[in-house]
């Protein structure tokens, strides 16, 4: 009898539910502790059942910060970002995160409120076809027909996010949906069927022995570590193989402190701004060992001209990326840290690289990156990373926008720790680094989390600054301040004869009387010794901070691979 | 070159739209497509023809289809003895004076009279593309009025032991 009448007051409790409160119910399930959104109308449901039955949600201050700031949660703590917006301009603001994150295969799910059911294709208020907007730029998409599907959707949105190559889930959800009574009696913690989703984790034995004998014989390998060495959490397997075989490595942007910055077979980064060391080695290598990385051209420059006499093996988790822009010589499907652990469990004759590591640390010594500081002209840039460098000991987390700032970053900010990198690599979006800091510091509040922001980018999300005011999160924004749209001059003054058609930025906020109205600390530095000082301040405190550094406005990237030329034809390898 | 894709998708709303959308993405030119229910309940199947330029960008457009959740199976069956089958509706102007010439080239591709007026003529002819071309070509003296063409829809052969030439066009 007892247990007769718990049953049904389970059932009686099961009927209140909505289906904005089994949308919580669900989140909460996956472990979801964080939300970053904003509400709106077709929302409301969603948010009184937060309101109900709290996760913790980061109000940001547009919907773009909201999901930047989920992908730096993501990038930095390897778990899936959640975001929600309103139907209509909510969706539509977050279409550039969404795209950046699917380039950068960052795991997310995205919600967004529709309009009613009833009135879908009404051109209603606040109506987008957000499902249609976001098909190419998303894993997948989902939009909530009933109400009982909710649960497993949500289950497989977060399931596809993380598993095999992340990326971006976006489930859309009628506002009648959300207030709908959920009446389901189906197993809610029924496993997931995806019979079109099946990644392959484990590497083909037989690719692997063919990999271990294209290795074994070659006279210059070279390892090439992507972003995949990093979402596989694979940086310890990577470290012993790269050791024990004595190959030395070079990373793609997004893959940074796959290895240690300082490591000795660590050759920098390589692509457009890459050390001439590890492009040469690129040209001059006879096997290369993609892991993880999608040859971006970015990265490889001219294809004629990529890697000429080299078999190529590639391992991927996504194989689709596999000979998509360069032939293969063994394609590797799998997981990078259970193909890496493969490579380490088969015994195999290292190859003999003495004459080539020999030929490498000469270029390595030689062709070092380097700049001519000049106290006369200012703040070099590249000084300004070096000094973040020196008082974070190449610990700290470092987000940047795209363009110059990044570049600089990427070349002197040597990272000694995975997971501290957050920028946007392939979309290349600029407002981007700032609310990524944000969400990297909620997801690390202990770490010291730094955004290398330039002084146009910055002003594209700047409006987050209220978040380091309400959370008092001790973010040090270092916006690198050259008063231009500096990648773009930079071009302009390389390939357009120094014609600086609207990149050079006159008119610009007092950044710290701006930083002083969100109640942030606000620094302005124009020469190294103030740098030096100031620097040490801001950063020995646990409060937020910003520093407008005046750097040398014409100041360029350099080594550079122009576009259309081959990794073999740098420019500025001596830094002028 | 000329491919035969076929795909087994799981047959929710928008699928078709999530596969020429992919294609328009990567810049694929689709020849035609067909979709329709297959044997098992909740999945379809598209049927397309496309152009592509080399190996490279056919073997990367499979791996791209298959990336879709909602696609299970994706075959390029070009190489394969298979069956392939498209239908036409050509609306030919016949005069009197060459009915009974037109209706001799007809009989010979089994096309069948599906509307009639005075004037003119509706066939309807089934066959693989290069039989329905041919069809048409022997038509168009005469005065094509309308035309619609159904798309290709193919699957591979029981038997694959003897490869068949598509030399006949009848």
């Excluded at chain 2, 329905?132 to 798309?151: C, N, S």
Aim: glycine share 8%; with cysteine.
């Amino acid at each position: 009898m007892e247990v007769n009448v718990k049953a049904k007051e389970s059932t009686n409790k099961e009927q209140t539910r909505s289906g904005a409160d089994v949308l919580i119910q669900s989140l909460k399930k996956q472990g979801v502790d964080i939300i970053f959104g904003y509400p709106g109308g077709a929302v409301l449901p969603i948010y009184d059942a937060l309101y109900k039955n709290p996760i913790r949600h980061v109000l940001a201050r547009h919907e773009q910060g909201a999901i930047h700031a989920a992908e730096g949660y993501a990038r930095v703590s390897g778990k899936t970002g959640v975001v929600i917006a309103t139907s209509g301009p909510g969706a539509t603001n977050l279409v550039t995160g969404i795209a950046d994150a699917m380039l950068d295969s960052l795991p997310l799910v995205v919600f967004t409120g529709q309009v009613a059911s009833s009135v879908i294709g009404t051109d209603a208020f606040q109506e987008a076809d957000i499902i249609g907007i976001t098909q190419p730029i998303t894993k997948h998409n989902y939009q909530v027909k009933n109400v009982e599907d909710l649960p497993r959707i949500v289950k497989e949105a977060f399931y596809i996010a993380s598993t095999g190559r992340p990326g971006p889930v976006l489930v859309d959800i009628p506002k009648d949906i959300s207030t709908q009574m959920f009446l389901s009696v189906t197993d809610e913690n029924e496993g997931i069927h995806l019979p079109g989703y099946q990644p392959t984790k484990n590497p083909n034995y037989l690719q692997i022995q063919k990999a271990i004998k294209v290795i074994s014989n070659s006279k210059k390998p070279l390892i090439l570590g992507g972003a995949g060495i990093l979402t596989a959490k694979a940086t310890r397997e990577l470290k012993e193989f790269v050791e024990r075989h004595q190959i030395p490595i070079t990373n793609t942007l997004l893959g940074l402190g796959g290895i240690d910055g300082d490591h000795p077979l660590f050759l920098g980064m390589a692509g457009m701004h890459g050390t001439y060391t590890a492009n040469t080695a690129i040209c001059d290598c006879d096997v290369l060992i993609n892991i993880g990385a999608r040859f971006d051209d970015r990265l490889t420059g001219n294809l004629a001209h990529f890697a000429p006499n080299a078999k190529v093996v590639h391992i991927d988790i996504d194989p689709a990326e596999i000979g998509k822009n360069v032939p293969t010589a063994v394609p590797i499907v799998a997981d990078a840290k259970e193909a890496l652990r493969e490579l380490l469990d088969q015994s195999f004759d290292s190859p003999d690289t003495v004459d080539w590591l020999t030929s490498l640390n000469v270029n390595k010594k030689e062709y070092a990156l380097r700049y001519k500081a000049d106290k006369e002209k200012g703040i070099l840039p590249q000084q300004a990373v070096e000094l973040i460098h020196r008082l974070t000991n190449g610990d700290a987390v470092v987000t940047t926008d795209v363009g110059q700032h990044q570049m600089w970053t990427a070349q002197y900010y040597r990272f000694n720790n995975p997971h501290n990198w957050v920028t946007s690599g392939g979309l290349g979006t600029m407002g981007f680094g700032f609310p990524a800091a944000i969400g990297a510091q909620l997801a690390k509040p202990h770490e010291r989390v730094v955004a290398v922001v330039g002084d146009a980018g910055f002003q594209m999300t700047l409006q987050e600054l209220s978040l380091l005011q309400e959370f008092r999160l001790p973010v040090k924004v270092v916006i690198l301040n050259n008063q231009s749209l500096g990648m773009v001059r930079q071009w302009q003054q390389t390939f357009y004869e120094e014609r600086y058609s609207q990149s050079l930025v006159h008119v610009q906020p007092d950044f710290v009387k701006l930083a002083q109205a969100y109640e942030i600390q606000g620094y302005k530095v124009e020469t190294m010794e103030e740098a030096e000082k100031v620097f040490a301040e801001a950063f020995s405190t646990n409060e937020p901070a910003l520093i407008d550094c005046r750097v040398v406005q014409l100041e360029n990237v350099y080594p550079m691979v122009a576009p259309g030329k081959g990794l073999n034809e740098m420019i500025g390898v001596r830094g002028e | 070159m000329k491919r035969i894709i076929t795909t087994t998708v799981i047959n929710q709303s928008g699928v078709l739209n999530r596969v020429t959308g992919l294609l328009m993405k990567r810049q694929f030119n689709i020849e035609s497509i067909s979709v329709g229910h297959t044997e098992q309940p909740g999945m379809s199947k598209m049927t397309f023809v496309v152009n592509v330029e080399d190996e490279r960008k056919i073997e990367q457009l499979l791996k791209q289809l298959q990336k879709q959740i909602d696609v299970i199976k994706v075959n390029d069956i070009t190489d394969k003895a298979m069956v392939m089958r498209e239908l036409a509706l050509v609306k030919v102007a016949t005069i009197p004076a060459v009915r009974s010439e037109i209706y001799s080239i007809v009989e010979p591709f089994r096309a069948t009279v599906i509307d009639m007026s005075k004037s003119a003529t509706t066939f309807q002819v089934t066959g693989d593309p290069e039989k329905i071309e041919a069809f048409i070509d022997l038509m168009k003296p005469y005065g094509i009025k309308e035309l619609t063409r159904t798309g290709v829809s193919a699957f591979v052969r029981e038997n694959q032991k003897v490869p068949t030439n598509h030399v006949s066009i009848l």
